[in-house]
C-alpha cells in the first residue's frame, strides 16, 4: 500500500534549465506535504514543504505546487545547477496530537548536466 | 544547533543476532523518530517516541524497539535479525512541529 509515490526514479536535465519533480498521493488524510533532499551518505536534507491549504510555497529557486483535486504535487527547481544532483524524496504527514509521521515516495535520483 | 547524531555509521552483524543504534537529538526535540530506508526506497516510519514514552508505531514487528532518554538520545533496538533488516537506519528528531532533521543515518548489514 504505497500511498505516496514518485514515478520517475530518475531525472536528467542541463545546467540552468528547469527540473520538475513530481509526487502523486492516495490519502486524503495527508495535511502537509514535504520535500527532502538527500546526497549519499547524509541524511535526508528538508528542502521546502507546503499546507494542504495552500496551492503553492516559494524558496528561492525552489517552488511547490499542490494540487488537491489531483492528490499531486510538484517541485520546480529553476535554474538547477549541478550542485542540486541528489535524490530527492516527496513525503507526506497526517496530523494527530500523538505522533507526525512521514510517509516517503521512492524518491527520485537528479542529475544535473553542466 | 548540533544536528542530529548516529552512531555507528556502518555496522556487520549476523543473522540472529541483536543490535543497538544510537541517536543524538538537537537539544530541545522532543520528538525523535526512526527510519528504515531499504536500498532504492524511500524511508519507511519503524516508530515515534514523544517525552520518552512511544506515541506512534510503523508496520514493524516487535523485536524492532525502542528507547528515548532525558537527554535527548534515543535507541533502536532490533532483536533476532534477519537478512531483510539490512538496511540504512536513519534517525530524525523535531521539537514538536513539523520539520524534522534527520541523521547521517547507520548502514546496518546483516549476514
Known amino acids: 500500500d504505497q500511498q505516496v509515490k514518485q514515478n520517475s526514479p530518475s531525472l536528467s536535465v542541463q545546467e540552468g534549465r528547469i527540473s520538475i519533480l513530481n509526487c502523486d498521493y492516495t490519502?486524503?488524510?495527508?495535511?502537509?506535504f514535504l520535500w527532502y533532499k538527500k546526497y549519499p551518505a547524509e541524511g535526508p536534507t528538508f528542502l521546502i514543504s507546503i499546507s494542504s491549504i495552500k496551492d503553492k510555497n516559494e524558496d528561492g529557486r525552489f517552488t511547490v505546487f499542490l494540487n488537491k483535486s489531483a492528490k499531486h504535487l510538484s517541485l520546480h527547481i529553476v535554474p538547477s545547477q549541478p550542485g542540486d544532483s541528489a535524490v530527492y524524496f516527496c513525503?507526506?504527514?497526517?496530523?494527530?496530537?500523538?505522533?507526525?509521521?512521514?510517509?516517503f515516495g521512492g524518491g527520485t535520483r537528479v542529475l544535473v548536466k553542466p | 544547533e548540533t544536528g542530529v547524531t548516529q552512531s555507528p555509521t556502518h555496522l556487520i552483524k549476523t543473522r540472529g543476532q541483536q543490535v543497538t543504534l544510537r541517536c543524538s537529538s538537537q537539544?530541545?526535540?522532543?520528538?525523535v523518530s526512526w527510519y528504515q530506508q531499504a536500498l532504492g526506497q524511500g524511508p519507511q516510519f519503524i516508530f515515534q517516541y514523544y517525552r520518552e514514552e512511544e506515541n506512534g508505531r510503523g508496520n514493524f514487528p516487535p523485536r524492532f524497539s525502542g528507547l528515548q532518554f532525558p537527554n535527548y538520545s534515543s535507541e533502536l533496538n532490533v532483536n533476532a535479525l534477519e537478512l531483510d533488516d539490512s538496511a540504512l537506519y536513519l534517525c530524525a528528531s523535531s521539537p514538536g512541529g513539523s520539520h524534522y532533521t534527520f541523521g547521517s543515518g547507520t548502514r546496518l548489514t546483516v549476514v
Open positions: 537539544s530541545g526535540h522532543n520528538t
Open positions: 490519502n486524503s488524510m495527508f495535511d502537509y
Open positions: 513525503a507526506a504527514r497526517v496530523f494527530k496530537a500523538a505522533g507526525n509521521k512521514l510517509t
